[in-house]
């Protein structure tokens, strides 16, 4: 699966990403300027183009998961996993009973605004994707805890807060950081969990696809649309210099 984080308040940029042809895009209100209902505007043209949408929450927090999936999203992303403490906390807060302590509330996008059989959404709301986010020492620490839960679908790597917590801020394509990722291959395979990573380019998804990741965010909107501006201003440049 590919797909993209996005920053973006223009839920027409959400729609051109699921007619591009993209499997997901990940909604980022941790690091983005979304409300709630911007999300619930960017969720809509996902599902019109056949778009996955998976909100990045701020935090592991009841409220949080449980407004993002009470929007219709496919699944939530939640943040800074450090422990399966923690990992237990996130499962729960997205899942309704008996699999979770999901709050109940009929009256809401993802249940139809009540028009849904309850049973029906109970069942379908348990099951969407639930991707938990792990970024630094403490975490890698924790794995093997953190992949013996049951409940979520995809363990995803975030590089750049992984490199600072190793004390190499920004150098995600440390030898270190992929020997890191590389090991929990096997881990996840055991589990039946996806694994997932954040990259900055194509070398990156080829590298970490091939070793088995299957969850793989490419960058991020606003920056993928100033690269495209940047690349046609280089282009225009260069037929002025050829006159």
Same mark, same amino acid.
Do not use: W
């Given at each position: ?28 209100? !941790? ?5 709630? !209902? ?17 909100? &990045?929450?701020?935090? %592991? ?11 219709? +999203? ?18 729960? +807060?997205? &899942? #309704?009973?008996?699999?979770?302590? &999901?709050? $109940? %509330?009929?009256? $809401? &996008?993802?249940? !139809? #605004? ?5 049973? $029906? ?15 630094? @020492? ?12 049951? =409940? ?7 590089? /750049? ?19 890191? %990722? ?25 590298? /970490? @696809?091939?070793? =088995? #990741? !299957? /969850? ?16 046609? $201003?280089?282009? /225009? ?7």
């Amino acid at each position: 699966m590919i797909g993209i984080f996005s920053k973006t308040t223009d839920s027409n940029f959400i729609e051109a990403a699921g007619l591009g042809g993209l499997d997901f895009i990940i909604l980022d209100k !941790e690091h983005g300027p979304l409300n709630d !209902e911007i999300i619930h505007h960017h969720v809509r043209a996902a599902t019109l183009s056949n778009l996955k949408s998976i909100v &990045r929450v701020r935090e %592991c927090n009841e409220a949080e998961i449980g407004a993002a999936l009470d929007s219709g +999203a496919s699944g939530v992303q939640v943040p800074n996993i450090s422990s399966a403490a923690m990992a237990q906390k996130a499962i729960e +807060a997205a &899942r #309704f009973a008996p699999d979770g302590l &999901r709050g $109940v %509330c009929r009256f $809401v &996008r993802d249940a !139809e #605004f009540g028009n849904k059989d309850k049973q $029906v959404n109970f069942k379908q709301a348990n099951s969407k994707m639930l991707v938990l986010q792990v970024e630094g @020492k403490e975490a890698v620490g924790a794995i093997d805890e953190i992949l013996a839960l049951e =409940g979520f679908d995809v363990l995803f790597i975030g590089p /750049y807060d992984l490199s600072q917590s190793l004390g190499i801020p920004g150098q995600v394509d440390h030898p270190t950081i992929f020997e890191l %990722c590389k090991g929990l291959v096997e881990k996840a395979l055991k589990a039946n969990l996806k694994l997932g990573v954040f990259v900055d380019n194509i070398d990156q998804a080829k590298k /970490y @696809k091939n070793i =088995g #990741f !299957e /969850y793989i965010a490419y960058s991020v909107d606003v920056s993928i649309f100033r690269e495209g501006i940047m690349d046609i $201003v280089a282009k /225009y440049d260069a037929l002025s210099q050829h006159k």
